[in-house]
């Protein structure tokens, strides 16, 4: 575990798999760099593609409502 940020196997991570609709090779850029941006998001991996994304998150540090901001700002639409 990780001692500056509580990070790593017992972090009470989030993890989240759904496709989206939208993504262009930036916007995919765009989104991975500033989910990974928000406090609590630990890892992000997009195949812009065929809209696949799996994001892993603390809820306790990021709401999944500013996760779907950065979505919907980018152009891209989650199908969750």
Same mark, same amino acid.
């Given at each position: 575990?990780?001692?500056?940020?509580?990070? !790593?196997? =017992? %972090? !009470?991570?989030?993890?989240?798999?759904?496709?989206?609709?939208? @993504?262009?090779?930036? %916007?995919?850029?765009?989104?991975?760099?500033?989910?990974?941006?928000?406090?609590?998001? +630990?890892?992000?991996?997009?195949?812009?593609?065929? !809209?696949?994304?799996?994001?892993? @998150? =603390? /809820?306790?540090?990021?709401? +999944?409502?500013?996760?779907?901001?950065?979505?919907?700002? =980018? !152009?891209?639409? /989650?199908?969750?």
């Amino acid at each position: 575990m990780c001692k500056e940020c509580g990070c !790593g196997e =017992n %972090s !009470g991570a989030t993890r989240l798999q759904f496709t989206a609709d939208g @993504y262009t090779a930036d %916007s995919a850029k765009t989104v991975e760099k500033t989910l990974l941006g928000l406090a609590g998001v +630990l890892y992000v991996h997009i195949h812009a593609h065929d !809209g696949e994304t799996t994001i892993d @998150y =603390n /809820p306790a540090k990021t709401r +999944l409502t500013e996760i779907l901001g950065v979505f919907s700002k =980018n !152009g891209v639409e /989650p199908q969750i």
